[in-house]
């Protein structure tokens, strides 16, 4: 059956999949259980204890296996085939603010009541990639895929239940659970507690972020990770996420530049390093958003330089050059940024991406244009003060009015043009 959620629940968005209620095996067949491999509990059904009829007692329910019909002891009373029977929760789809669909109980729900199975197609780990990948430069927004076991995972996105509806929220009302229902893996959507209906159906993806576009959690829990897939490793590895008191990502450990060979690069490591030294504190973290703000505007080399270039100069001191001024000026010049900053982004949950080309662009890319820039500051004032006569030194300094092509940097560096020459 195929649904569109523009002819059924709304004029907004032809959104269409095809709903199912089992999973489908795209690169393999369903499992058929062994009779051997069959599970089979010892309860005894006893009519004034409903909960006999394998409820929490039950060994099979210990270990998340559902019984398997015809033989299960408790025959018709069994109570533990919930994925088999489809004994879902009621729900409904609702549109949400932001967050595309979303689902609500369309009923009180019992804390550990099962909800609803994720059901979707069953493709290899690598087949989930691709695909994700696929959908992602097809510019679909909304993840579908949820792993199913170390070599398998569920893609909802094209079949599914109503299961891939459900949002994510980092204070969740419902979990996932792995079942083991006629020796294949299911994964169902519990309540965490009781749910009164009317409610919006929630859990955890907690899921593995691949690298694709960062998407801004909007579940407005108080610890908010602030993205989603913000916990796993792959966007942890990617981002770092400041809070006030962390101080695991301080400057030096941002891995911008690390080639030996590169002269200018090493140096510039160490002066951020000094630089940090010298504004202790906060300002660390607000310098270091700052930064990576920048590699990520539309002209990240102008503005990074502003930060980076600057230090390097007071770490490469050429003799008979007063650097004071200069230091002052380009603080406060950071300062402003700094400012800017802290109206951006909030200190809490601030994001600092790195860059996201892979670590061999980003090295050539940075320390090259970097490199550049700084060697233009270095030349100016070494052909200036290294010039023994007067005379020299005003020629550069004419020519440099005159020609000048980097006047920007110039001018932070010297102050006016007027009062160099
Ligand atoms: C499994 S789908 C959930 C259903 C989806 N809302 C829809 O309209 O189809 C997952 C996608 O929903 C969106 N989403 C889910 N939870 C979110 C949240 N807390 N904040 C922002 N977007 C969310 C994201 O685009 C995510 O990739």
Known sequence: MIISNQDQYTDDGPLQYIHIEQNEFMHRKHKKQKEEDIAICNCNYNISDPDSACGDRCLNVFTSTECTPGYCPCGSYCKNQRFQKCENAKSKLVKTEGRGWGVLADENIKAGQFIIEYCGEVISRKEARRRSHAYESQGLLDAYIISLNSHESIDATKKGSLARFINHSCLPNCVTRKWTVLGEIRVGIFSKQDIPVGTELAYDYNFEWYGGAKVRCLCGAPFCSGFLGAKSRGFQEDTYLWEDDDDRYS????????????????????????????????????MSMRMN?????????????????????????????????????????????????????????????????????????????????????????????????????????????????????????????????
């Open 251 to 286: 400057i030096e450990n941002i891995p911008t530049y690390d080639s030996e060979e590169d002269e200018p690069t090493s140096k510039l490591a160490t002066t951020m390093e000094s630089s940090k030294l010298d504004c202790n504190t906060d300002e660390n973290h607000d």
């Open 293 to 421: 703000d920048n590699m990520e505007s539309k002209h990240p080399l102008q503005s990074t330089a502003l930060v980076v270039v600057e230090p390097l100069n007071l770490a490469v001191p050429m003799e008979g050059v007063v650097m004071h001024e200069t230091k002052t000026e380009v603080n406060k010049e950071r300062n402003l940024h700094l400012h800017d900053t802290d109206q951006t982004f909030g200190h809490k949950n601030a994001i600092v991406p790195r860059i996201k080309m892979p670590l061999s662009n980003k090295k050539s890319n940075y320390s090259g244009k970097l490199k550049q820039h700084a060697q233009k500051d270095v030349d100016a004032k070494r052909v200036a003060q290294l010039l023994s006569s007067q005379e020299a030194r005003e020629e550069v300094y004419n020519y440099e009015v005159k020609y000048c092509c980097f006047c920007h940097t110039l001018s932070c560096i010297h102050g006016p043009k007027s009062n160099s020459s």
